[in-house]
């Protein structure tokens, strides 16, 4: 789940229960999406990072929204991002 303060936090579905939390960005996370064994976030802060959920690491950090990324989906390499001024982004995973 995203949180007002930037974290992502990831969950135990068994348990409901938070494993984990990682400090993510400068502003609110408003969308997550998976990408294989990654996490995507997009934030209030206008920029689309890549995790590793194993590592908890920062794998990428995509820039190009002059707005608040609202929501993301992924499909095979390709990860889509869309922000508040109506923009939406194409990013390649590879």
Known sequence: SG?????????DHATMRNV???AAHRGAVYALSSAGTSI???SLDGTV??????SK???G?????VNSVLCLTSAENMLCSG????????WDLR
């Open 49 to 54: 990072k890549l995790w590793d959920s194993r």
């Open 61 to 65: 950090v995509f820039s190009g929204h």
């Open 20 to 22: 984990h939390s990682i």
């Open 3 to 11: 949180c007002k303060g930037g974290l992502v936090a990831l969950w």
């Open 83 to 90: 922000a508040g001024d109506a923009s939406v982004r194409v």
């Open 40 to 42: 995507c976030s997009g």
């Open 57 to 59: 690491d920062c794998c």
